[in-house]
């Protein structure tokens, strides 16, 4: 079956430590995404790539960081940096139908900072 | 800055109520989608439309492009339809860079 994992599903860790979220898809999609879910907010983009070796910021970078040196993953780094890192992630990746941009999501990681 | 809003963000309702929820957006569009997000997180895309409506089993999506609106509706809502509903726009321009979300709307269907 096609689709897109993040591992793992939840993930604690100390402040002031950096820790990298997996994400793969087997879709043969070209773009990928990464999404901040806060309680009583929407999802807000932090980093995305069209195109392997190639990123881009989104809304909320700071903090972050990301790699694409394969087509299949995206993982994404929370840094020390972040002052407020605990959160819901979501990976996304897309493939254009039609002229417009379908996105798939994956099952997402509850990171919980202490 | 582009936004999208959605109400209500919160609706309590009985099994087999008909169930609509709003989304409002800013001008210049190339999609919209609404999502369905269960309690363990994961989000499954329900419709991307651009025009018009959709319908797929107990669920109808529509869009009035000239009053920047579109609505999610269930018919003979069940408990298994309860979830956080969330509608996101493309903004035309966006190419590859994301969607602009609503807040999402907690849906809770009671037997």
């Known amino acids: 079956d096609g689709g897109i994992t993040q591992s793992p599903k939840y993930l604690f860790r100390k402040e002031g430590q950096n820790v990298t979220l997996s994400c793969e898809q087997n879709l043969n999609h070209d773009a990928m995404y990464w999404y901040r879910q806060d309680p009583g907010q929407g999802l807000r983009l932090i980093y995305y790539?069209?195109?392997?070796?190639?990123?881009q910021k989104g809304d909320i970078a700071e903090g972050y960081s990301v790699s694409r040196e394969k087509k299949e993953s995206f993982p994404l780094t929370v840094t020390s940096a972040q002052k407020n890192p605990t959160a819901f992630y979501l990976c996304?990746?897309?493939?254009?139908?039609?002229?417009?941009?379908?996105?798939?999501f994956g099952p997402g990681t509850r990171l919980t900072v202490l | 800055k582009n936004e999208v809003e959605q109400s209500p963000q919160n609706l309590t309702a009985q099994e087999g109520e008909f169930i609509t929820i709003n989304c409002s957006y800013s001008?210049?569009?190339?999609?919209l989608h609404w999502l369905q997000q269960h309690p363990g997180g994961g989000i499954v895309s329900l419709f991307m439309?651009?025009?018009g409506k959709k319908k797929h089993g107990r669920l109808i999506a529509t869009i009035n492009i000239q009053e920047k609106h579109s609505s999610l509706h269930i018919t003979a809502s069940h408990p298994r339809d309860s979830a956080v509903y969330i509608c996101?726009?493309?903004?035309?321009?966006?190419?590859?860079?994301?969607?602009?979300f609503g807040k999402g709307t907690h849906l809770i269907i009671q037997p």
């Open positions: 996101a726009a493309m903004y035309s321009g966006g190419g590859a860079d994301g969607l602009t």
């Open positions: 996304a990746s897309s493939k254009w139908v039609a002229g417009y941009n379908e996105q798939f």
């Open positions: 439309l651009s025009s």
């Open positions: 001008v210049g569009i190339s999609a």
């Open positions: 790539s069209q195109i392997v070796n190639d990123f």
